[in-house]
């Protein structure tokens, strides 16, 4: 992987963080999950078992490769 590569990686990777981390609150804020899934490339879903399941095979797929 080039450095361009490994730095979209990287900056996927921290949103996904940032996305993990918020979906696991008991209130998590709506608007900035919108906009963390916007930032990570993913489509908005708004039930919260939805988007756990696209954040896991989005994080499984970004794994095998």
Same mark, same amino acid.
């Given at each position: 992987?080039?450095? !361009?590569?490994?730095?979209? #990686?990287?900056? %996927? &990777?921290? @949103?996904? %963080? +940032? *996305? =993990?981390? +918020?979906?696991? *609150?008991?209130?998590? $804020? +709506?608007? /900035? =999950? @919108?906009? /963390?899934? @916007?930032? &990570?490339?993913? @489509? #908005?879903? +708004?039930?919260? =078992? !939805? %988007? /756990?399941?696209?954040? *896991?095979?989005?994080?499984? &797929? &970004?794994?095998? $490769?």
């Amino acid at each position: 992987m080039d450095t !361009e590569g490994t730095n979209t #990686y990287t900056k %996927r &990777a921290i @949103k996904y %963080r +940032e *996305l =993990i981390d +918020e979906l696991s *609150l008991d209130s998590p $804020n +709506e608007t /900035l =999950i @919108k906009t /963390l899934m @916007k930032e &990570a490339g993913l @489509k #908005y879903i +708004e039930d919260p =078992i !939805e %988007r /756990l399941n696209l954040m *896991l095979t989005t994080l499984h &797929a &970004a794994e095998v $490769n």
